[in-house]
């Protein structure tokens, strides 16, 4: 699986617009973009998940680029409840394959 | 919103204790998972397991650890010898086309 490089940390004000990167630039064909995020020691919660179209859901918005080198996940408006940490995970679509979590992007909504 | 649950949330023993760590994945999933976090470092996958079977396993899980779907509904854990090492959070998973987690069992190995 591609590995990724994401910032350790980000600030966002609330209600504002958070904009996680990240960066996959040897990711093949066949491998998906996934985010996940953990707060505070709670399980992982799976965000949204994309192979090269933009994809958008009820929780985020991912943004691929053109070559899939990077991606940027977005909180159209973020709370005080997104504070948590962000994993980028790149991973081919395999049933049964495992997850394997980075540190991710450790993002601070303050009020 | 279906969700795996974990019992207990946490588990105190003394080291050279057994403990089995319980989890219910989600009722129509077919591909379960164990992983752990140790304080302050990242999740870490143990453990696959699909069709009654283990299907991948980490070097983590080593001989002291199985795991067991005795009745349908649930998935477990078991580490026969605790070691100190071995407190983190554990978290169960279960996935049919997303990966959900359960909350986690804070395991304290004294």
């Known amino acids: 699986d591609a590995k990724t490089t994401q910032p350790t940390s980000m600030d966002c004000a609330e209600g504002r617009a958070a904009n996680l990167p990240c960066n996959h630039s040897t990711i093949s064909g066949n491998e998906y973009v996934y985010w996940y995020r953990q707060i505070h020691s709670q399980g992982p919660q799976y965000i949204i998940h994309g192979l090269k179209n933009n994809e958008t859901n009820e929780m985020a918005s991912l943004i691929i680029t053109e070559d899939r080198k990077s991606s940027t996940l977005i909180l159209p408006h973020a709370t005080l409840r997104d504070t948590a940490v962000y994993y980028c995970i790149v991973r081919q679509r395999r049933d049964t394959d495992k997850l394997i979590f980075g540190t991710g992007t450790r993002l601070q909504v303050f009020p | 919103e279906p969700e795996v649950t974990q019992t207990p949330s946490h588990q105190v023993t003394q080291m050279g204790q057994e403990v089995i760590l319980r989890c219910v994945p989600i009722?129509?999933?077919?591909?379960f998972y164990w992983y752990r976090q140790i304080l302050g470092q990242k999740v870490e996958f143990l453990v696959s397991?699909?069709?009654?079977?283990?299907?991948?396993k980490s070097e983590i899980f080593d001989d002291q650890f199985s795991v067991e779907r005795p009745d349908g509904s649930n998935f477990t854990l078991k580490i026969r010898s605790t070691k100190l090492e071995d407190s983190a959070m554990y978290f169960c998973?279960?996935?049919?086309?997303?990966?959900?987690f359960g909350s986690g069992t804070q395991l304290s190995v004294l």
């Open positions: 397991f699909y069709n009654n079977e283990i299907s991948e």
């Open positions: 009722s129509n999933h077919l591909y």
């Open positions: 998973a279960s996935k049919k086309e997303k990966l959900f």
